[in-house]
């Protein structure tokens, strides 16, 4: 099984920006952590972040006959993209979105997903951990 997990926008920032939030644990430990995990469960993974949303949109687009399943944490794209949106339709590839924090109980902004309509499974408020539930999901 092959998985590609997708972040978005400033999760290259984990451990810097808003520890109390997002806690202390660096992009890089995450990285590591769904390494490690996919590593024991015999599964080939490829972690990809960007700030840009034109990246994500063909991070999602390559993932087209090359990945059996994507987790997704578009970050802030989740409210904003249905460029995204349509990438994820377009592959019909079976998708998971993963947030960090609890987004339905922040600002109300965030309780708007496009991604969601394209996600067989919305994680959230479940830390790093999220991605790896996630991750387990998908290789059912």
């Known amino acids: 099984m092959k998985i590609r997990v997708i972040n978005g926008p400033n999760l290259n920032m984990l451990g810097i920006r808003e520890p109390g939030i997002y806690g202390k644990q660096s992009y890089e430990g995450l990285c590591d952590m769904i390494r ?3 590593a ?3 599964i080939e993974v490829e972690l990809l972040q960007s ?5 994500l949109v063909d991070y999602i687009q390559q993932a087209y006959g090359n990945a059996d399943g994507i987790v997704i944490n578009p970050g802030a794209y989740t409210h904003t993209s249905i460029a995204i949106l349509d990438a994820a339709k377009a592959v019909s590839i079976p998708m998971i979105e993963v947030h960090i924090s609890d987004v339905d109980s922040r600002e109300d902004f965030r309780k708007t997903s496009y991604i969601r309509a394209a996600c067989v499974k919305t994680i959230s408020g479940h830390g790093l951990n999220g991605y790896i539930e996630a991750i387990d999901y998908l290789a059912g």
């Open 40 to 42: 024991q469960k015999g």
């Open 51 to 55: 700030n840009n949303e034109g990246d």
């Open 36 to 38: 490690e995990h996919c």
